[in-house]
């Protein structure tokens, strides 16, 4: 019997920057939910990728030296490598750029264009470049982006709208009739009163002045704009095309569940939805818009200085405790936090305290009292069953709240579990019982393997988690069978298996200690950071002048150095500098540049320099740093 599709994706990250550790809970909520799907028997096809194309990127390829596509190329395999660190188990990694992408893009654009939901008319409005997003002077606050605060710009061009009011109707009818298309709910009333009933306007969905982007096959003067660009990412990476849609759109379209934060709720739930009405085709049955991940409380901005990083986590905490930190901290109403504060209580408690110490403490228990075999279970007793009825009723929790995506509550209930065991340690004092093994063997031997199905059934749900820990354990134990099948019934699939060595799962961490070197930490990057700097007394001693070109020729026998003759006011200079690979001599007569007046005198391949002139340098390029002309030569610079 062919298993049920579960198609599930994450918004793709822009590669204007390095994703923050706010960004990356989103790839990790998506992949914890993928990963129970798969365990729940499900034909998953994980999607997450990477957005490539608009003016921000055009501006900081430029800024970098290099080409859009060498930008884009060094940011994706960037983010990606990030994924892969925090074991994001995605099936593909869609770039804007692929090719097939590239392809369903244009195609889309034409099929729209044809059937006139597509036209061509002048863009004139209020234009945020990092966002990529427009904006009406009704919907600006105090004349700046209403999603980022940062000033807007005033283009006018020409460009190709979408006609999204034609849809609007149709749009409303989905949502009424499919209530489960909003998580949270609220997320609905959100976009209705806020976009739909004010009236949708024309959405722009080309641009003409700028070129990094999906070229328009009929009129290759414009690129796609980033949202009719970005949105077709999820049916192109299956395979969409208008005319012929591939084996794989047919397997796994329509999205089961979209995951994306919830600044980008109205472009998944309003623009999207809409394109996908125009083109014919089936819209997505879930958009999950997820809260922020603040720190401490407060919104992460590189600006601002409080931004954390998922590496830097992952070096202090360990990966399982990093994802579980993010999967329990964050419901699906209310903003989560971060702090090496809350990181460190959480890993105490729940995985040092209540985790770790129940497996470490299990295991010993066996080694000690049964040579390290797990013991067969005997007859059950009153707290054996309310044990097991516990945990069932745990699981059947955490189960039904993973259904709902509600991963931090059902992470409760999977702690829960070990709480329980923990407990039952406490009731049955297996210590006491070894203390006359002879007559209470059967009772012990009943406890440990309780346990150890306890620990089983615990790490059965927590594997989409903690992968890696839950490996560990289960290699530790030996158990075979961690299918959800089995994951609150007492089974005991490791009766007579040796437990082998397990190790520390989680320390305890010491705040006090953490906080002294996370301080020596910072007072020895910040003495790293001063090495080599010169105070200003120093800089005081550097004299620099105009100096002003009067001859220049090619030094013989080198091709990097030029000789020069320079007028500083109070006398004439000779200097060897190494520009010839970047200035002819005709270049730099009569300009005015500006000479370190007072370095001592060196000599470059027989050429006596007296100073040197002052170039800025970015990647293979050199360029000299000229005055006005009308600056007298000998003038001072400071």
């Avoid at 999204?164 to 749009?171: E, Q, V």
């Avoid at 959100?190 to 999906?214: A, H, Y």
Wanted: with cysteine; aromatic share 10%.
């Amino acid at each position: 019997m062919s298993k049920q599709k579960f198609y599930i994706t994450t918004a793709i990250p822009y590669t204007s920057s390095t994703p923050h550790i706010g960004n990356v809970y989103e790839a990790v909520l998506t992949d914890c939910i993928a990963r129970h799907k798969r365990l729940e028997g499900r034909d998953v096809f994980f999607l997450t990728g990477t957005d490539e194309h608009g003016l921000k990127i055009e501006e900081k390829a430029k800024e970098a030296g290099v080409t859009p596509k060498e930008y884009v190329d060094k940011m994706s395999a960037k983010i990606r490598s990030i994924w892969d660190m925090f074991k994001i188990s995605y099936d593909r990694f869609i770039r804007t750029t692929d090719e097939d992408h590239v392809r369903t893009v244009q195609k889309i654009f034409t099929k729209l264009y044809e059937q006139g939901d597509i036209y061509k008319s002048t863009y004139e409005g209020n234009y945020c470049v990092p966002c990529e997003s427009s904006w009406t002077d009704s919907q600006l606050v105090d004349g700046k982006c209403p999603d980022c605060g940062r000033e807007v710009t005033h283009p006018k061009e020409e460009a190709y709208f979408f006609r999204m009011s034609k849809y609007a109707d149709k749009l409303v009818e989905y949502y009424d009739s499919n209530p489960e298309f909003f998580i949270p709910e609220s997320r609905k009333n959100e976009m209705l009163n806020n976009f739909i009933k004010p009236g949708l306007q024309d959405l722009c969905v080309s641009r003409s002045s700028f070129t990094w982007g999906v070229p328009v096959e009929f009129d290759p003067k414009h690129v796609v704009y980033v949202w009719m660009d970005a949105l077709p990412n999820y049916i192109s990476a299956l395979g969409y095309d208008p005319e012929n849609p591939g084996e794989n759109y047919k397997k796994y379209w329509p999205a089961d569940l979209h995951v994306l934060g919830k600044d980008v709720v109205r472009f998944h739930t309003i623009y999207w939805p809409i394109f996908l009405l125009a083109l014919g085709e089936p819209l997505p049955k879930t958009v999950l818009g997820h809260p922020w991940l603040m720190m401490n409380n407060d919104k992460m901005s590189k600006s601002k200085g409080n931004v954390l990083y998922g590496d830097e986590l992952i070096e202090l905490f360990g990966l399982d405790a990093v994802r579980y930190y993010l999967l329990s901290e964050m419901g699906l109403q209310n903003d989560g936090n971060i702090s090496y504060d809350s990181l460190i209580s959480r890993t105490n408690t729940d995985l040092a305290n209540i985790f770790g110490n129940l497996v470490s403490r299990t295991a010993s228990m066996i080694k000690q009292y049964f040579g390290g075999k797990v013991p067969a279970a005997p007859a059950s007793d009153p707290l054996s069953d309310s044990l097991k009825a516990d945990i069932a009723a745990e699981t059947a929790k955490a189960q039904q709240l993973m259904d709902e995506y509600r991963v931090a509550d059902a992470s409760a209930h999977i702690i829960a579990i070990f709480k329980l065991c923990n407990k039952y340690i406490d009731d049955t004092a297996p210590w006491v019982l070894a203390k006359d093994i002879q007559n209470n063997g059967e009772a012990l031997a009943r406890v440990l393997a309780d346990l150890t199905e306890g620990i089983r059934c615990g790490v059965t749900l927590l594997q989409p988690f903690m992968p890696d820990a839950v490996q560990k354990v289960k290699e530790g134990f030996g158990f075979g069978d961690l299918s959800f099948e089995n994951a609150g019934r007492f089974i005991y699939d490791a009766a007579g298996r040796q437990v082998g060595d397990i190790p520390i799962l989680f320390k305890r961490i010491d705040k006090a200690a953490f906080e002294k070197e996370q301080k020596a930490k910072a007072e020895e990057a910040e003495r790293k950071a001063e090495e080599g700097k010169i105070s200003i007394e120093d800089f005081a001693k550097v004299k620099l002048v105009a100096a002003r070109v009067l001859e220049c020729e090619p030094v013989p026998k080198s091709d990097k150095l030029l000789r020069l003759v320079v007028d500083i006011g109070t006398e004439k200079r000779q200097v060897a500098s190494g520009i010839a690979k970047y200035y002819k001599p005709e270049e730099l007569l009569g300009k005015t540049v500006i000479l370190v007046e007072n370095l001592k005198t060196a000599v470059l391949r027989g050429v006596k320099s007296q100073g040197m002139i002052l170039a800025s340098s970015s990647g293979e390029d050199v360029k000299v740093v000229f005055l006005e002309d009308s600056v007298p030569a000998g003038a001072e610079v400071r």
